[in-house]
């Protein structure tokens, strides 16, 4: 079978390879890959190489953003062929440590998990990959092609889960968010705000294109321009950019009490001097509460799930603004300006 992949670092060997068929090993459940999501994740391993391929290998197959059909399940799997379902990403430490026992293997204690597509497995962009019923996530059938957002999703599903749990450490009536950053974890991010029924902002730089357009249908406002110059003063803040002085900035308009997660990394080597003083005046003055969050547990992924049927799926569907075909695939590496997701469709055979 065919399988999208890359030598970490080094983008000109992007292409198709020739795999077995998945081992049985890799889990009961057997899937056909409908289509694949490209992040900029992938990016970061095709020219950073921050990728790591399976022990014994040089090329990793990417795609951790996954939709597929079940072509065989298992009776006692809740599962049956002609399902759709998205594959969770992370597999926990073997060993296990305290939280990957508990589930909560997005909070590995030890660093010994493997991330499929990302670290140390190989992902789910190839016609067909196995599961274990356990990371199988069955979708809404009405979703359709549009559940290759969950992933992404789920991102910012954990990110309010915990935004709101550290929040009601005292008392906290959120009111206002702000997202900072318009691609799709941003968009995503506001989806969720306003599904929350808070006032919502995003901030980007782009003064047209789907951006702008696509926050005012959620019923939330967009700002083109820093972040200083956006009059808001936000309970919530959920960063996407990763971009340093975005952050400082975004902390300084928050409101006493706030909590602000950050979601993104820089892709880029801009570094800025953080005025550590002024930010934990900020901190400390302000009961403010700063917090990391990365990839996702499996309750994240059934939150997003939920979050996703509850959407408008011709909203849903504007975020997906260019596909391509697995022969092609390393285009998707290439970020037009008008883009957002990047798909590959995988044909069925």
């Known amino acids: 079978m065919k399988a999208i992949a890359i030598v970490p670092g080094r983008p000109e060997t992007a292409g198709l390879i020739d795999l077995p068929e998945p081992p049985d090993a890799d889990?009961?459940?057997?899937?056909?890959?409908?289509?694949?999501?490209?992040?900029?994740?992938?990016?970061?391993?095709?020219?950073?190489?921050?990728?790591v391929p399976p022990?014994?290998?040089?090329?990793?197959?990417?795609?951790?953003?996954?939709?597929?059909?079940?072509?065989?399940?298992?009776?006692?799997s809740n599962l049956s062929p002609g399902d759709l379902v998205v594959a969770v990403v992370r597999r926990p430490d073997p060993l296990p440590c305290p939280a990957c026992a508990a589930d909560e293997w997005d909070m590995c204690?030890?660093?010994?998990?493997?991330?499929?597509?990302?670290?140390?497995?190989h992902g789910y962009g190839s016609e067909r990959f196995r599961i274990d019923?356990?990371?199988?996530?069955?979708?809404?059938?009405?979703?359709?092609?549009?559940?290759?957002?969950?992933?992404?999703?789920?991102?910012?599903?954990?990110?309010?889960?915990?935004a709101m749990?550290?929040?009601?450490?005292?008392?906290?009536?959120?009111?206002?968010?702000?997202?900072?950053?318009?691609?799709?974890?941003g968009l995503l991010a506001a989806l969720l705000?306003?599904?929350?029924?808070?006032?919502?902002?995003?901030?980007?730089?782009?003064?047209?294109?789907?951006?702008?357009?696509?926050v005012a249908e959620l019923g939330a406002h967009y700002h083109a321009g820093p972040v200083s110059e956006a009059a808001v003063e936000p309970d919530i803040v959920i960063e996407c950019t990763g971009i340093g002085?975005?952050?400082?900035?975004?902390?300084?308009?928050?409101?006493?009490?706030?909590?602000?997660?950050?979601?993104?990394?820089?892709?880029?080597?801009?570094?800025?001097?953080?005025q550590s003083g002024t930010i934990n005046k900020e901190l400390v003055y302000g009961n403010k509460v700063v917090f990391g969050s990365v990839n996702a547990a499996r309750r994240h992924y059934d939150q997003a799930a939920d979050a996703l049927a509850q959407a408008d799926p011709g909203w849903l569907a504007q975020l997906i603004t260019r596909r391509v075909t697995p022969e092609d695939w390393p285009l998707a590496l290439k970020k037009n300006p008008e883009d957002i997701k990047i798909i590959i469709d995988f044909p069925e055979r």
Request: with cysteine; net charge neutral; glycine share 12%.
């Open 109 to 121: 204690q030890t660093g010994g998990f493997v991330e499929r597509g990302i670290l140390g497995y």
């Open 27 to 51: 889990g009961s459940v057997l899937v056909r890959t409908r289509s694949i999501g490209i992040c900029g994740t992938d990016a970061e391993i095709a020219v950073d190489g921050i990728g």
């Open 55 to 76: 022990p014994g290998e040089k090329r990793l197959v990417l795609g951790h953003e996954s939709l597929g059909e079940v072509m065989e399940a298992p009776e006692n």
């Open 245 to 274: 002085q975005v952050i400082i900035s975004a902390l300084q308009k928050t409101a006493r009490g706030a909590v602000f997660a950050l979601t993104g990394l820089a892709h880029d080597d801009r570094i800025i001097q953080m």
């Open 133 to 162: 019923p356990r990371f199988a996530v069955r979708l809404d059938p009405a979703l359709g092609d549009l559940g290759v957002l969950l992933e992404p999703t789920t991102v910012v599903a954990k990110a309010w889960e915990h």
């Open 165 to 185: 749990r550290i929040g009601a450490r005292s008392w906290f009536q959120p009111r206002v968010a702000l997202v900072t950053g318009a691609g799709p974890i």
């Open 193 to 214: 705000a306003r599904q929350r029924g808070l006032e919502t902002h995003v901030v980007d730089l782009v003064t047209d294109g789907p951006k702008p357009r696509l």
